[in-house]
């Protein structure tokens, strides 16, 4: 993956845990066409970048914190 590809994905993710709509990691890997625990890593990623990304297990899906 280029370092394009990947930011691209990284944005795609952050969109959707705006709008609540990332599902589970394991939909959001089929949905994207990646494997889960390379999923698993970019939302690492995106933790690192200070992003507050996190799983609400209540609404089973990753969400933003300002955004909750």
Do not use: Q, W
């Not at 705006?18 to 970019?42: D, H, N, Q, V, Y």
Request: proline share 1%; net charge positive; glycine share 8%.
């Amino acid at each position: 993956m280029t370092r394009f590809e990947k930011e691209n994905l990284k944005n795609r993710i952050l969109r959707l845990a705006m709008l609540k709509g990332t599902g589970t990691p394991a939909s959001l890997a089929s949905r994207l066409g990646f494997s889960e625990r390379s999923i698993k890593r970019i939302i690492r990623e995106l933790r690192d970048e200070g992003n507050e990304i996190r799983y609400c297990h209540s609404r089973g899906t990753y969400v933003l914190d300002r955004n909750y």
